[in-house]
């Protein structure tokens, strides 16, 4: 019995749809959803079984469907467009936040009551809970359906999303504040019911975990792989690259799928990837050796396990214990983004090297010899990181090509 968890975020919520999507298509049942904010939003949607009304919604979100903005004008402001005929407009807007005390919602509440089915959602037996917090009592809340008076619903997932900026919700004379100052990840919510399998899904990289005292409880965390922009992107552009990355990521974790930027199913042994790094083209890693002084009558192999393959593991983007699969491919990857390839797709590892050799077009390379008293200088080689990180792949192209 699986139970998922939200976290609350702002505009990065469409990376929830990608990740519910994808547990769609994996045949993942959930009997319980918690979340907050955002979270607690798209959590609702979840429960209530839509996918396709929730994803039309996030397809085509712009800013002046969550908040009482003109989108013209805020484009206008983000790219520093402003005429002298807008400045009375801006001023306007400026003045009514100050003087509701935030950003009026009320298009979001609109947005909720078009589609939010609250007696469809008490209806359907799933555990449902949200966070928010009490600014009137200075109290948190954590609440499920149960707790929540019959046409309240909404109300109450407008507060647990009050994010600072917005203006605050208001029920039965109470005001009440975004629950991601007090539980931006509400797992326990669900641990309480008694799931002991959950699903939690970020929308930030990093944060504290505070499920991982709870005995008996697997958490399979879902994290995006890159930065999902700013809580206040609510943009069309950015919620579709959200919805793509949540469902690749998911596929990543539940598939067994490596690569960061890319998607790829790997169906070689660590052995291929060995022979690849320390049967590197000879001459282009001497060109390397020789500007670095690393070479010095140390044997080629000794000189790859003992230099080159550490220094590749700081210069790239993989995890301190890189396994030699990790290093080929982010340096492929690598290659992959600077041509253009396809990104949201899943590749074969067959597939991905083989595009990547299509693509490859070598960098002119210079190598620089550096004075003697510099040479074997870790944090020089840093600094020019990108002129090696394109010799070694230089090298390791030639390699594959070979195969």
Same mark, same amino acid.
């Given at each position: 019995?699986?139970?998922?968890?939200?976290?609350?975020?702002?505009?990065?919520?469409?990376?929830?749809?990608?990740?519910?999507? !994808?547990?769609?298509?994996?045949?993942?049942?959930?009997?319980?959803? =918690?979340?907050?904010?955002?979270? =607690?939003?798209?959590?609702?949607?979840?429960?209530?079984?839509?996918?396709?009304? =929730?994803?039309? *919604?996030?397809?085509?979100?712009?800013?002046?469907?969550?908040?009482?903005?003109?989108?013209e004008l805020l484009e206008k402001v983000k790219h520093l467009k402003i005429t002298s005929d807008?400045?009375? /407009?801006?001023?306007?807007?400026?003045?009514?936040?100050?003087?509701?005390?935030?950003?009026?919602? !009320?298009?979001?509440? /609109?947005?909720?009551?078009?589609? $939010?089915?609250?007696?469809?959602?008490?209806?359907?037996?799933?555990?449902?809970?949200?966070?928010?917090?009490?600014?009137?009592?200075?109290?948190?809340?954590?609440?499920?359906?149960?707790? $929540?008076?019959?046409?309240?619903?909404?109300?109450?997932?407008? !507060? /647990?999303?009050?994010?600072?900026?917005?203006?605050?919700?208001?029920?039965?004379?109470?005001?009440?504040?975004?629950?991601?100052?007090?539980?931006?990840?509400?797992?326990?919510?669900?641990?309480?019911?008694?799931?002991?399998?959950? *699903?939690?899904?970020?929308?930030?990289?990093?944060?504290?975990?505070?499920?991982?005292?709870?005995?008996?409880?697997?958490?399979?965390?879902?994290?995006?792989?890159?930065?999902?922009?700013?809580?206040?992107?609510?943009?069309?552009?950015? =919620?579709?690259?959200?919805?793509?990355?949540?469902?690749?990521?998911?596929?990543?974790?539940?598939?067994?799928?490596?690569?960061?930027?890319?998607?790829?199913?790997?169906?070689?042994?660590?052995?291929?990837?060995?022979? *690849?790094?320390?049967?590197?083209?000879?001459?282009?890693?001497?060109?390397?050796?020789?500007?670095?002084?690393?070479?010095?009558?140390?044997?080629?192999?000794?000189?790859?396990?003992?230099?080159?393959?550490?220094?590749?593991?700081?210069?790239?983007?993989?995890?301190?214990?890189?396994?030699?699969?990790?290093?080929?491919?982010?340096?492929?990857?690598?290659?992959?983004?600077?041509?253009?390839?396809? @990104?949201?797709?899943?590749?074969?590892?067959?597939?991905?090297?083989?595009?990547?050799?299509?693509?490859?077009?070598?960098? #002119?390379?210079?190598?620089?010899?550096?004075? #003697? $008293?510099?040479?074997?200088?870790?944090?020089?080689? @840093?600094? @020019?990181s990108d002129q090696i990180l394109d010799m070694i792949t230089a090298a390791i192209v030639c390699? $594959?090509?070979?195969?």
């Amino acid at each position: 019995m699986y139970g998922i968890v939200l976290e609350g975020g702002g505009g990065r919520g469409a990376y929830q749809l990608g990740v519910w999507k !994808a547990l769609r298509e994996l045949g993942v049942d959930y009997q319980g959803v =918690a979340g907050t904010s955002v979270g =607690a939003l798209n959590g609702a949607m979840m429960v209530q079984g839509d996918f396709e009304m =929730a994803l039309d *919604i996030w397809s085509d979100i712009t800013p002046s469907k969550v908040v009482k903005i003109d989108d013209e004008l805020l484009e206008k402001v983000k790219h520093l467009k402003i005429t002298s005929d807008d400045t009375s /407009s801006l001023l306007q807007g400026i003045k009514n936040i100050f003087h509701n005390r935030g950003m009026n919602t !009320a298009p979001l509440r /609109s947005l909720l009551q078009q589609h $939010i089915d609250e007696q469809r959602i008490r209806k359907t037996g799933l555990e449902f809970g949200i966070v928010t917090v009490s600014l009137t009592d200075l109290t948190p809340l954590r609440l499920f359906l149960h707790d $929540i008076p019959q046409g309240k619903l909404i109300d109450y997932l407008l !507060a /647990s999303a009050s994010i600072p900026g917005f203006q605050r919700q208001r029920i039965d004379n109470k005001a009440f504040i975004d629950g991601g100052i007090y539980d931006n990840l509400p797992v326990s919510l669900l641990a309480q019911k008694g799931f002991k399998n959950i *699903i939690a899904v970020r929308l930030v990289r990093k944060g504290l975990k505070k499920w991982e005292n709870m005995k008996d409880l697997e958490v399979t965390l879902i994290k995006p792989s890159e930065s999902l922009g700013s809580i206040f992107d609510f943009t069309r552009k950015r =919620a579709h690259n959200n919805i793509e990355l949540g469902y690749f990521d998911t596929l990543k974790i539940f598939k067994g799928y490596h690569g960061r930027r890319y998607c790829i199913d790997v169906n070689r042994d660590e052995e291929y990837f060995l022979d *690849i790094i320390l049967q590197m083209e000879q001459e282009k890693l001497k060109d390397i050796l020789d500007g670095w002084g690393a070479s010095d009558g140390m044997p080629q192999k000794r000189i790859i396990m003992e230099r080159v393959v550490p220094l590749l593991a700081e210069l790239l983007p993989v995890p301190t214990c890189a396994s030699y699969q990790d290093i080929v491919v982010a340096l492929l990857e690598r290659t992959a983004a600077k041509a253009g390839v396809e @990104r949201f797709k899943v590749y074969s590892y067959d597939d991905f090297e083989c595009n990547v050799l299509k693509v490859y077009q070598p960098t #002119k390379q210079v190598t620089a010899r550096l004075p #003697k $008293i510099l040479r074997r200088n870790e944090l020089l080689l @840093r600094t @020019r990181s990108d002129q090696i990180l394109d010799m070694i792949t230089a090298a390791i192209v030639c390699k $594959i090509k070979q195969n």
